[in-house]
Nanobody
Framework: QVRLVESGGGLVQPGGSLRLSCAAF????????MGWYRQSPGNQRELVAS???????NYADAVKGRFTIFRDNAKLTGYLQRNSVKPEDSAVYYC???????????WGQGTQVTISS
């Protein structure tokens, strides 16, 4: 059974840092692009960052220079390090995986992140 389990959400003050983790179960981690999406009330889900199995990275313009995506293939886990967070970064963050060969996608349950003083 495929599962993506996010952790690390919560309340952070503006300017602070937070790391999200996504543990993958039931997928061939080494052939999956891992991505982070977010959705805030009234808005569509949007891509934040993604990293391919070979390490190619894509960031949304809004987070470039502040967020870092990385992966640990040995731990079957993806990460999103968020620095210098802003109130507009508040959202539910979702982990996503897509297999390079089968194109099968999976989603995590989402983790709430709130940036507020």
């Amino acid at each position: 059974q495929v599962r993506l389990v996010e952790s690390g959400g919560g309340l952070v003050q503006p300017g602070g840092s937070l790391r999200l983790s996504c543990a993958a179960f039931g997928i061939v981690f080494e052939t999956n692009t891992m991505g982070w999406y977010r959705q805030s009330p009234g808005n569509q889900r949007e891509l934040v960052a993604s990293i391919t199995p070979s390490g190619d990275i894509n960031y949304a313009d809004a987070v470039k220079g502040r967020f870092t995506i990385f992966r640990d293939n040995a731990k079957l886990t993806g990460y999103l390090q968020r620095n210098s967070v802003k109130p507009e970064d508040s959202a539910v963050y979702y982990c996503n995986s897509e297999d390079l060969y089968t194109k099968r996608q999976s989603w995590g349950q989402g983790t709430q992140v709130t940036i507020s003083s």
